[in-house]
């Protein structure tokens, strides 16, 4: 069974750091993009940074130039350092993964189970 499993989530200031880590297992063949994506209460959920497998990034507008996203294609693992952080960005953080297996060539979506972060004023 193939899951994501989050980590790194917490209570932290206004101009404080954290950073997420996102481990991917199971039978996984291969994995092209992945992300992170946030919902705060009363918001839909949206996008925050995505990394190809050979390194594109994309960012939303608000978190360019505070946050990084980053892989590791050995460990199915990505990563989210966030700096500067405010207290905007507080929100329950999902890692999402574009996987598949080794006999299907069709890439399909999972998520992690979420992680809160919250940062006070």
């Known amino acids: 069974q193939v899951q994501l499993v989050e980590s790194g989530g917490g209570l932290v200031q206004a101009g404080g750091s954290l950073r997420l880590s996102c481990a991917a297992s199971?039978?996984?063949?291969?994995?092209?993009?992945m992300g992170w994506y946030r919902q705060a209460p009363g918001k839909q959920r949206e996008l925050v940074a995505s990394?190809?497998?050979?390194?594109?990034?994309n960012y939303a507008d608000s978190v360019k130039g505070r946050f990084t996203i980053s892989r590791d294609n050995a460990k199915n693992t990505v990563y989210l350092q966030m700096n500067s952080l405010k207290p905007e960005d507080t929100a329950v953080y999902y890692c999402n993964a574009n996987w598949r297996g080794e006999y299907y060539r069709a890439y399909v979506p999972i998520w992690g189970q979420g992680t809160q972060v919250t940062v006070s004023s």
């Open positions: 990394i190809s497998s050979g390194g594109d990034t």
């Open positions: 199971g039978r996984i063949f291969s994995i092209n993009s």
